[in-house]
């Protein structure tokens, strides 16, 4: 199983609402990423997380909040966004983190609006 | 410091003839290379990488690259576009070793005519 699968598809949300994005892979990978990417852009990466451990946070607003339950569960949370936030959001996967060693494997992603 | 160039935002090819979707990188170190493929409104795809083996790298779907360490190039080809191969495709960069984070290209938008 190489998929990696994320909730929702897709997410309308308000500017005071509270909603969370999960994703999951089953590949026994240690390393889990998630990604933003705007219209016509490359994904811009956000966070890391290796072994459960948040390793790489790309100067992320405090509004997006990452959550590793397990080796196999990502989440993002999402709190008090603005309308500038409204993306396509990706999560990742790879062996480990030595990403210019291992190919990441991404997720179909969360199309994000914000109201 | 690393960085990638893709060299054409958009390519238009007629179908049945071939591709080729252009890519320089910049390296300090022994680069990674990696060709990424985005159908719209789905997540990425990898084609194929280089990491240190063989210079001509065979990918899925028919694609294959050319790592040229004195051109910096790593330029994607396919001998015959089809129609399901219009997409955006992603040229990323990174140290072998691994211990950087990938650099991505903007991008190239693939158009097949029929």
């Known amino acids: 199983d190489t998929e990696v699968t994320q909730t929702p598809k897709h997410l309308v949300m308000g500017m005071t609402n509270k909603k969370s994005l999960k994703c999951e892979q089953h590949?026994?990978?240690?390393?889990m990423y998630w990604y933003k990417q705007k219209a016509k852009k490359p994904p811009e990466l956000m966070f890391v997380?290796?072994?459960?451990?948040?390793?790489i946070n790309e100067s992320v607003p405090s509004r997006f909040s990452p959550e590793c339950p397990n080796s196999s569960l990502l989440n993002l949370h999402l709190h008090a966004l603005q309308p500038e936030d409204s993306a396509l959001y990706l999560c990742?996967?790879?062996?480990?983190?030595?990403?210019?060693?291992?190919?990441?494997?991404f997720g179909p992603g969360t199309r994000l609006t914000v109201t | 410091a690393q960085s990638v160039t893709q060299l054409d935002s958009h390519v238009s090819v007629s179908e049945g003839t071939p591709v080729l979707l252009r890519c320089n990188y910049s390296s300090s170190y022994s680069p990674s290379l990696f060709w990424y493929v985005q159908h719209p409104n789905k997540g990425l795809q990898l084609l194929l990488k280089?990491?240190?083996?063989?210079?001509l790298v065979k990918g899925i779907n028919g694609f294959e690259a050319e790592f040229k360490k004195s051109e910096t190039s790593f330029h994607l080809t396919k001998p015959s576009a089809h129609m399901s191969d219009a997409a955006e495709y992603f040229c990323?960069?990174?140290?072998?070793?691994?211990?950087?984070?990938?650099?991505f290209g903007i991008g190239t938008k693939l158009q097949v005519i029929p």
């Open positions: 997380y290796s072994y459960e451990k948040l390793s």
């Open positions: 990742a996967s790879s062996q480990e983190e030595r990403q210019g060693y291992y190919e990441q494997y």
């Open positions: 990323v960069v990174s140290d072998r070793g691994g211990y950087q984070k990938v650099t």
């Open positions: 280089y990491t240190s083996a063989a210079t």
């Open positions: 590949m026994g990978h240690r390393a």
